[in-house]
């Protein structure tokens, strides 16, 4: 009987886990598509949620305003990505791995990203040059980003304007890249 109880609890908080990042991301408004993530789980501390913002191309230039609020705080941070989408990945000069250009050591082009809340307080803020983020990835998208500026403290109050940048380069024309939050789970349970 104990085990039963012991079961039915553990299986409790599964689902419980899983309906509260539902719940939280209902009440997001604003520009971006946002899902909730089912990976994490439990152990975790349960699926986050990963907001999309519209595709750009990266050939020419490009200024985009966005506007959302209520992003929900089910972790402790949200990760901002540049994701980039193309027909191969791209990688560095000197991986032995890809013999034919397009290298991203030539990439010219830069993002420019600005998140300001209401009061106009920058959040965070990047601009360099495409071939200066860290880039990561394997098969699908290869995400853009910043170690030293990675994310966020979402605070599900606050509105925010994201304002993104992009000088373009020839050598993406038939690439496209979207901004990307994700947020990996709320705090885990300690058993």
């Not at 920058?122 to 910043?146: R, T």
Request: proline residues 5%; contains cysteine.
């Amino acid at each position: 009987m104990k085990y039963l109880v012991t079961c039915v609890a553990v299986a409790f908080l599964l689902i419980q886990t899983s309906c509260s990042t539902q719940r939280s991301i209902a009440s997001y408004r604003g520009d971006g598509d946002i899902v909730a993530m089912p990976d994490g789980g439990f152990w975790q501390g349960g699926g986050g949620y990963e907001v999309r913002f519209p595709r750009v191309r990266l050939d020419h230039p490009t200024h985009l305003t966005y506007h959302f609020t209520s992003l929900p705080k089910v972790a402790w941070h949200v990760d901002v990505y540049f994701a980039v989408e193309g027909p191969q990945q791209l990688e560095w000069r000197n991986d032995g791995s890809h013999p034919k250009p397009p290298f991203i050591d030539d990439l010219t082009g830069t993002l420019a990203l600005t998140l300001r809340d209401a009061d106009g307080h920058v959040v965070l803020e990047y601009n360099h040059k495409l071939s200066e983020f860290i880039w990561s990835g394997g098969s699908g998208a290869q995400w853009l980003y910043d170690l030293s500026k990675l994310g966020f403290t979402a605070n599900p109050r606050a509105f925010y304007t994201l304002d993104v940048s992009i000088e373009p380069d020839a050598v993406l024309k038939d690439y496209e890249g979207y901004v990307l939050f994700r947020s990996g789970g709320h705090e885990g349970v300690s058993i």
